[in-house]
């Protein structure tokens, strides 16, 4: 038979109450008793049983985080802001990896465990629109990004545009005037959003500045952001008749691969050719150069994303979705001002 | 009332079995014929309910792969393995993020979830063998490291003492003889059996090679193996009377953190000191300049834990659980050659 809370607190010389305070990891209980209790708990191993405790609300007491790529740190690194927040209020996070597919984000949405998950924190990368119409059994939704408009669940997101051209603007202000951007990523054999909207604040910020554009320096149809693509971008770009001057790199993953291509050219990064990323992963203020990058407010994304989800879970969020945008800030590193 | 497979067949006009196939998505049924279910499915908001298929097994078609730090590439890498190879047998796999704590990874293997999943791949970190002990309600486990012995799982590692020796004596056969070894970890305030069996290889290497030790050059006491600590080690040795000319960082982002170090003080890698990582997570590959490193074999790993875990669940895999040692190899680049 099944260890109980009773068993646990007749072991421990406690009520059971206690013993739920110590499961529940409540603050109301001296060291010594939390001690007494673990030590009962260990004994008799009995099994904190959070589906049990979650269930009688109805809930299982588990949040899932899917999104299209762990292996990208600006994921993980939400990732990591979502359990941090997730665990303040006892949720377990479990991560989802899409792939990025639509079928696989399909049977997110469609709630592949229902009976499983409370709710999804979602960041679509293929999924349209018509994917993400409520049904009644539905779990609560929050979306991260910018791939979806106009559905009847919570959104954090930021200006892409306002940002890109910011990223933009600075290679231009350090008198840069061939920029390469780098690049526009296509699922489905359509443009994601994202490029897109990054695409535009980069053709906004050379307008302004009246700079004509040269089409060459737009690499398009990368199958995905990362080290392999960017590099592969940018010795495409290293054998024009006039290579860039300076490249403005839609992820930082894709820049770190520009990098390593000039490097391996035997061009210098700043001097040469001054680059820019975007989402501040932890890797490119360790790289060699570090990496001037666009960083968006990863802390509040996640702890929004999980305040907004909660509330709706436990009802104490009601009303229409909300469409909420966090800031971002250019930070300037070694990648683009030379070194003194 | 919820839609049946049944609903399907009518609306598609075809057989519950050839639903079922589209669902299961079994190769027998041909494009028209799916395109037709497919359009049921959306059209009556059919949920293909995973759940209910596997519990008619008594499964619920969903791994779980814990581990202690989604933010290092090595977990991440193998984690993409695990899903791939468990999606090629149509499991799912969700990520539990231990932080390497020992409550946590309790938890995990108390089966936190035991209605919810069917079997666990484990990379402990401050987990005790006396936290492994079975139970009759155990779900299956795979482990994965050098942390526990003498348990009653399958285990999945390689041989620590001879890669580290590996990757020491490439140094020394640079002619390199003030070789770092960074660093020792700890957890609970002891320190880790990875740490502790690589440091062995590097002590035998250079006992080996007649190289006498300094004890300086030994950087012990590491909260965790990150980029961080790796830069602040770095700094650490850079500061004695006599830095070393080569460094063996236990891992891959202890070296990219040591590398920025190298580079902020003005010293060359690897003309002045030589780095050599652990791991050979893709960023290695990429950074300036690229890192030797060892590089253990991810893809037998997630493939055999894999097959191990599925065969334990379907009772395929039956006898006494194994502990199987995958190759290692050592990668040269950059880091540790002079560029011709």
Chains 1, 2 share one sequence.
Do not use: W
């Not at 929050?142 to 669940?153: A, K, M, T």
């Not at 959003?193 to 910020?205: K, M, Q, V």
């Amino acid at each position: 038979m099944a260890t109980t809370l009773k068993d646990v607190a007749l072991k421990a010389g406690v009520s059971v109450k206690t013993v739920s305070n110590v499961v529940n990891n409540y603050p109301y209980v001296t060291d010594a008793i939390r001690l007494r209790v673990k030590a009962a708990i260990n004994e008799l191993q009995y099994q904190p049983n959070l589906s049990a405790r979650y269930l009688r609300k109805g809930r299982s007491g588990i949040l899932a985080f899917a999104n299209p790529d762990l292996s990208n740190a600006y994921f993980s690194e939400i990732g990591q802001v979502v359990i941090e927040a997730a665990k303040a209020r006892s949720y377990t996070v479990l991560l989802d990896h899409t792939g990025g597919e639509r079928s696989n984000e399909q049977d997110v949405v469609r709630g592949l465990s229902p009976h499983l998950i409370d709710g999804v924190i979602l960041s679509p990368f293929a999924l349209e629109p018509e994917d993400l119409q409520p049904r009644q059994e539905s779990i609560p939704i929050v979306l991260l990004g910018d791939r979806i408009y106009d559905v009847p669940y919570d959104h954090v997101t930021y200006d892409n545009v306002a940002t890109a051209r910011l990223a933009t603007q600075h290679l231009l202000s350090l008198g840069r005037r061939r920029i390469a951007a780098l690049g526009v990523q296509e699922a489905e054999a359509r443009e994601t959003e994202t490029s897109r909207l990054r695409l535009r604040g980069y053709l906004e910020a050379l307008e302004e500045a009246g700079v004509p554009l040269d089409p060459h320096l737009i690499i398009r149809g990368l199958p995905s952001f990362s080290r392999f693509y960017g590099a592969r971008a940018m010795r495409q770009l290293l054998s024009l008749d006039t290579p860039p001057d300076a490249i403005f790199c839609f992820n930082d993953l894709l820049a770190l691969g520009a990098m390593r291509a000039i490097f391996e050219a035997d061009y210098r990064v700043p001097e040469d050719i001054a680059v820019v990323g975007f989402d501040d992963i932890e890797e490119g203020r360790y790289a060699v150069p570090s990496l001037t990058t666009i960083a968006p407010d990863k802390q509040k994304i996640g702890d929004l994303a999980v305040a907004f989800l909660l509330g709706r879970i436990d009802g104490t969020r009601t009303g229409p979705p909300e469409r909420i945008e966090v800031s971002c800030q250019l930070i300037v590193r070694e990648s683009s001002t030379l070194r003194g």
